[in-house]
């Protein structure tokens, strides 16, 4: 074809199909310039682009975002100007610009935006948002917006907030509520103090009468200020009303010196309660307080009976790693192992199928501090609670795989291979009988 029956070529007939406009873009659909670029090619290109560019969204919201329609005004003016964006948003955060950048500690002198109509306008937007995520976010407690909330149809609903007001306890409880069909659940809530009398009588009032969703996944990160027994009691409420099954569960507890409480309180909802019933995933993660470890005596452990838990299959406990470099030899490891130990000896599940074991490594700009964490698990110390360790996987009545996972947020330093060689050693007989991963 020579240059002059090129341009005789009609634009359709020079064409790209559709279906290959979005079998191209998908093959960068996570580069960001990339898909600003292709959505202005022309308009067949436009809307696979942004299918991508606005299916994850963060909106940042200051205090004085709405007075300058900025932040979540400036959104709700977008979404009503593009209306074609809204079938494509589906994961919504909402975050509040109140982190002193050098303390890293929220300033409570900023005041925290109040959101409840732009919350409601944001919903009644995003017509087919699925997850909606909450960050330090406060909302107005109106019964008028809450009980109309839209998109009830939410799939998975995160809130990270600190808990400044003996209000703020209740309305996270009522916007919960707010959206009947939730499948999963992620909280991570922090008191900025204790609870008042009559803040315990409100939660305990809503537990006893307010309504639930029925949840299928509930991650939990608490502060020891926290009483989240009002909420596990609405949970476990739901599940007897609606015969719910709530198959995954995940607990986080920072590390404060009453944590101990906490966790009590939540292995007596996930053990002594028809929770226990439908609970196939267990993520435990009992944080890697000194205090916690130091002063709980080891039969305390049986708190956590994963013996009730007769649907359990997979199984995930939480270990912290120190480095002797920065003066932290794991002094904790060797009672950490035994707890572990000590539960899943005396307190067995009976049908778990796989025990994942996070072992979360120190974060170090020095490699051989990285290195040394290895070096640390191996040390003479720590080896009596490695076999008590390794005979109380070898007595599970199941033979579940054990799987290690090493967590380090950087990302660097750690030599998977080494690794696995030395839990190997660590580990006998579990290795030899197959089950180590």
Request: charge should be negative; hydrophobic fraction near 40%.
């Amino acid at each position: 074809m020579d240059v002059a029956e090129s341009r005789n070529l009609s634009p359709s007939s020079m064409a790209i199909p559709q279906d290959i406009i979005y079998i191209i873009i998908d093959h960068f659909q996570d580069d960001v310039p990339a898909l600003l670029k292709s959505s202005v090619v022309c308009q067949a290109w436009l809307h696979p682009s942004r299918r991508h560019l606005f299916h994850t969204v963060t909106v940042y919201h200051g205090p004085n975002s709405v007075q300058n329609r900025r932040g979540i005004p400036s959104f709700i003016d977008f979404l009503r100007i593009c209306a074609d964006v809204r079938q494509f948003l589906q994961h919504l955060t909402l975050s509040s610009e109140v982190w002193r950048p050098q303390a890293g500690v929220p300033n409570f002198d900023i005041t925290l935006p109040l959101i409840g109509d732009e919350l409601f306008a944001v919903l009644d937007a995003a017509i087919h948002i699925q997850h909606l995520t909450l960050v330090d976010i406060s909302w107005m407690d109106n019964a008028s917006w809450i009980a109309p909330l839209p998109r009830r149809t939410l799939k998975k609903l995160g809130i990270e907030v600190w808990i400044g007001s003996d209000q703020e306890v209740l309305d996270v409880l009522k916007l919960i509520s707010a959206f009947d069909r939730l499948e999963v659940l992620e909280l991570s809530l922090f008191a900025e103090r204790c609870y008042t009398e009559d803040t315990t009588g409100l939660l305990d009032n809503h537990a006893e009468t307010g309504h639930f969703p029925s949840v299928h996944s509930f991650q939990y990160y608490t502060s020891p200020e926290w009483r989240a027994a009002p909420l596990y009691q609405t949970i476990t409420r739901s599940c007897c009303r609606d015969r719910n099954t709530l198959a995954q569960v995940s607990f986080h507890v920072w590390n404060y010196a009453d944590s101990w409480k906490r966790i009590t309180e939540f292995c007596e909802f996930v053990c002594h309660t028809d929770v226990r019933l439908h609970v196939r995933q267990l993520e435990f993660d009992p944080g890697n307080g000194s205090t916690l470890w130091t002063t709980v005596p080891l039969l305390d452990w049986s708190v956590l009976d994963l013996s009730r838990l007769e649907e359990l299959v997979h199984l995930t406990l939480a270990l912290y790693c120190g480095d002797a470099l920065t003066r932290n030899v794991g002094q904790d490891l060797s009672k950490k192992l035994n707890a572990f130990a000590f539960i899943l000896r005396t307190r067995p599940p009976p049908a778990l199928q796989s025990l994942v074991i996070e072992l979360h490594i120190p974060d170090s700009a020095r490699e051989q501090s990285r290195q040394s964490s290895i070096e640390t698990l191996q040390h003479a110390s720590h080896k009596p609670a490695w076999s008590a360790f390794d005979e109380a996987l070898r007595a599970l009545p199941s033979s579940p795989q054990v799987i290690f996972n090493c967590i380090e947020s950087r990302g660097e330093g750690i030599d998977c291979e080494a690794v696995g060689q030395c839990f190997k050693k660590l580990l006998p007989l579990t290795h030899a009988r197959g089950l180590l991963k």
